[in-house]
């Protein structure tokens, strides 16, 4: 890979070309975000003396700009999809499974489901909304990123954006407060589902040719382990 990652566009670029890239390090050595981006848009200081992460801000952008698939989806840490290859990942993931079949068939928590069933009765909410309702907050339920983290795993709950605080002049602070919604909501049905007519395995295959096609190097075992999350 290379270490000149240094816009948007670039993530973009390399992405569609991958298939799918990994935020931080992860156990393939140089394969992320964080092995092959400028040292400019990794962290970049500003005058004010605050610390300004473009990378940061890139999640929130390539989302509300439909470019590609973002979450916790490489063993529960963060990392982008390409949209060519999300309906192979919906498919290996979920195992065949849409969140109800596999509610029913006891392979889904009761917190997974109050989580599921309130984003889609509510659509797109903000992380803090969700605790609020659903009584994560303190002295209440425990385990709202487990919970949130597995939706991600299984491709059932996706973020869509991260909306920011604001100081009274109008900056925004802090790491953003994500907004989630259902998969087929805001990707659609036809991009989640399209490939249900292949069997996960052969979901898994297609991830791993297009990924080794373009990185021959990668260490296949490893590639496998990771996307089995």
């Known amino acids: 890979m290379t270490d000149e990652i240094r816009t948007r566009e670039d993530l973009v670029a390399v992405v569609n070309e991958i298939g799918f890239l990994p935020f ?77 079949a596999r509610f029913d068939d006891g392979l889904a928590s009761y917190k997974d489901k109050g989580v599921v069933d309130y984003i889609t009765g509510v659509g797109a909410t903000l992380t803090k909304d969700i605790k609020d309702n659903l009584n994560y ?58 490939a249900y007519k292949r069997s996960p395995q052969e979901s898994l295959n297609r991830i791993l040719r297009h990924v080794l096609k373009t990185l021959p190097g990668l260490d296949e075992d490893e590639l496998r382990a990771l996307l089995k999350g």
């Open 24 to 100: 931080f390090t992860c156990r393939i050595e140089g394969f992320s975000l964080e092995d092959n981006i400028s040292y400019d848009a990794w962290y970049q200081g500003r005058w004010s003396g605050k610390i300004h992460w473009d990378a940061w801000d890139w999640k929130g952008q390539v989302l509300q700009n439909r470019e590609l698939v973002y979450g916790k989806f490489f063993e529960k840490k963060a990392g982008f999809i390409s949209l060519q290859l999300w309906p192979d990942f919906c498919n290996y993931r979920r195992e065949g499974y849409d969140f109800d």
């Open 137 to 194: 907050n303190k002295g209440g339920n425990k385990g709202f990123e487990t919970v949130i983290s597995r939706l991600q795993m299984e491709t059932y709950v996706v973020p869509i954006n991260y909306e920011y605080s604001k100081r009274k002049n109008g900056d925004e602070y802090g790491w953003g407060n994500c907004r989630y919604d259902i998969a087929e909501k805001y990707w659609g049905d036809k991009l989640c589902r399209s």
